[in-house]
């Protein structure tokens, strides 16, 4: 009750900010612990392979259905807070679980059910900024801050106790973002709120061509960022920096980022999404060539802060063009296919990446270049599609 009572003297942005803020504690101990804790209790690295992409492969068939139920409800935040719960409780199931099948399924039910409320989330914030006048990028700075500082935590603790403090972690940020959800305000325009006027294609099929090729190309963009986290650390330690070095250029990429987060607002008031995310693709092409030529140490500091363009301004251009060309009625639905589109080229990425690491090291990232490059020209294609109507 005392919750409930705090909860409603806050604006709805800062209660939103919050959730965000919380959300992502427990990504962040997972992408930064999770491969070290599942080893300690005897899986294998293919085995681990296998985890982490299994809740990748199930978004593919639930990720659009989560949406069209979340459009359904009276408000979004019904789903959001159910979905909260359950994501919630399912990781306390970790602490029984024994061996490579029951960690699995445990493992893809728990991160699959937070994965789908990723893009609800999204879709609900971008609409309830839009009707109040604010910056849904602000969500995301404090989404970024909240994941660097549970990563510094989770490091601390780890030093101190061990991988034994993963599952704890895991376990009570997720309790955490469910019981920040609590708080979390209504998103739908009341009778008294008018729709955005930027809101212009009130019914269409989300899956016309010329509507999902940018989207498309930015997924091409996406997927290479799953490729700098998983393998840009090993390259950069073997051309010989520093541990120090390679945190401070991590540190670099979430400052530029954080940084654009809170600057989008001045960009999408000037350029059309969709050309935002045409600036994006080709940027990627420029950051990743750069990295597979090995440069020094200052050339990855300037790499490093070009991640505000390939992935901060491109996502953000993403989730406004969704939001310019879809009404409210299937506005998590339309997120929610944004994500499936992500997540079904981010398998076949990670699949081929890692075979053409071993064979050409760094020099591998000329392929996400060449994603990247392929990504610039379907936007280009789906703005003649459409007829320049951005």
């Given at each position: 009750m005392f919750f409930k009572n705090k909860s409603r003297s806050l604006t709805p942005e800062m209660r939103v900010s919050f959730f965000y803020f919380i959300q992502a504690m427990s990504v962040g101990v997972v992408n930064a612990f999770a491969g070290i804790w599942l080893n300690s209790i005897g899986i294998t690295p293919g085995q681990t392979g296998i985890i982490f992409a299994a809740p990748v492969a199930l978004i593919l068939i639930v990720g659009a259905y989560v949406g069209r139920l979340a459009d359904r409800a009276t408000d979004w935040r019904t789903v959001i807070v159910r979905g909260a719960i359950i994501s919630a409780l399912l990781p306390v199931l970790l602490v029984a679980a024994q061996g490579f099948w029951s960690v699995l399924i445990i493992w893809t039910l728990a991160v699959t059910s937070q994965m789908a409320l990723l893009p609800v989330t999204d879709a609900a914030a971008l609409r309830m900024s839009r009707r109040r006048g604010n910056d849904f990028g602000l969500y995301y700075a404090w989404k970024t801050v909240g994941y660097l500082l549970v990563v510094i935590l989770s490091g601390l603790l780890l030093s101190e106790y061990g991988v034994r403090a993963f599952l704890p972690l895991f376990i009570g940020f997720s309790i955490l973002r469910g019981t920040a959800a609590l708080g979390l305000p209504k998103f739908r325009a009341s009778i008294s709120e008018t729709v955005s006027p930027k809101i212009r294609q009130p019914s269409f099929n989300i899956r016309q061509t010329w509507f999902v090729l940018?989207?498309?190309?930015?997924?091409?963009?996406?997927?290479?960022?799953?490729?700098?986290?998983?393998?840009?650390?090993?390259?950069?330690?073997?051309?010989?920096?520093?541990?120090?070095?390679?945190?401070?250029?991590?540190?670099?990429?979430?400052?530029?980022?954080?940084?654009?987060?809170?600057?989008?607002?001045?960009?999408?008031?000037?350029?059309?999404?969709?050309?935002?995310?045409?600036?994006?693709?080709?940027?990627?092409?420029?950051?990743?060539?750069?990295?597979?030529?090995?440069?020094?140490?200052?050339?990855?500091?300037?790499?490093?802060?070009?991640?505000?363009?390939?992935?901060?301004?491109?996502?953000?251009?993403?989730?406004?063009?969704?939001?310019?060309?879809?009404?409210?009625?299937?506005?998590?639905?339309?997120?929610?296919?944004?994500?499936?589109?992500?997540?079904?080229?981010?398998?076949?990425?990670?699949?081929?990446?890692?075979?053409?690491?071993?064979?050409?090291?760094?020099?591998?990232?000329?392929?996400?270049?060449?994603?990247?490059?392929?990504?610039?020209?379907?936007?280009?294609?789906?703005?003649?599609?459409?007829?320049?109507?951005?």
């Amino acid at each position: 009750m005392f919750f409930k009572n705090k909860s409603r003297s806050l604006t709805p942005e800062m209660r939103v900010s919050f959730f965000y803020f919380i959300q992502a504690m427990s990504v962040g101990v997972v992408n930064a612990f999770a491969g070290i804790w599942l080893n300690s209790i005897g899986i294998t690295p293919g085995q681990t392979g296998i985890i982490f992409a299994a809740p990748v492969a199930l978004i593919l068939i639930v990720g659009a259905y989560v949406g069209r139920l979340a459009d359904r409800a009276t408000d979004w935040r019904t789903v959001i807070v159910r979905g909260a719960i359950i994501s919630a409780l399912l990781p306390v199931l970790l602490v029984a679980a024994q061996g490579f099948w029951s960690v699995l399924i445990i493992w893809t039910l728990a991160v699959t059910s937070q994965m789908a409320l990723l893009p609800v989330t999204d879709a609900a914030a971008l609409r309830m900024s839009r009707r109040r006048g604010n910056d849904f990028g602000l969500y995301y700075a404090w989404k970024t801050v909240g994941y660097l500082l549970v990563v510094i935590l989770s490091g601390l603790l780890l030093s101190e106790y061990g991988v034994r403090a993963f599952l704890p972690l895991f376990i009570g940020f997720s309790i955490l973002r469910g019981t920040a959800a609590l708080g979390l305000p209504k998103f739908r325009a009341s009778i008294s709120e008018t729709v955005s006027p930027k809101i212009r294609q009130p019914s269409f099929n989300i899956r016309q061509t010329w509507f999902v090729l940018p989207l498309v190309a930015w997924s091409l963009v996406h997927c290479t960022h799953f490729l700098l986290s998983g393998f840009v650390g090993l390259f950069w330690h073997q051309q010989g920096l520093s541990e120090f070095s390679i945190g401070v250029l991590v540190g670099v990429s979430a400052l530029a980022e954080t940084l654009m987060f809170l600057g989008f607002k001045q960009f999408a008031r000037r350029f059309s999404a969709r050309l935002l995310i045409f600036v994006s693709c080709l940027v990627a092409v420029f950051r990743w060539t750069l990295l597979s030529l090995e440069p020094g140490f200052e050339a990855l500091v300037v790499a490093q802060i070009l991640h505000a363009f390939t992935y901060a301004l491109g996502f953000l251009a993403c989730t406004n063009f969704i939001a310019d060309w879809t009404d409210e009625e299937i506005a998590a639905e339309a997120q929610s296919f944004f994500v499936v589109l992500q997540s079904a080229i981010a398998i076949c990425a990670l699949t081929s990446f890692g075979w053409l690491s071993q064979m050409f090291r760094a020099q591998a990232f000329l392929g996400s270049a060449g994603l990247a490059l392929l990504g610039s020209l379907l936007v280009l294609m789906s703005i003649v599609l459409s007829n320049s109507r951005d």
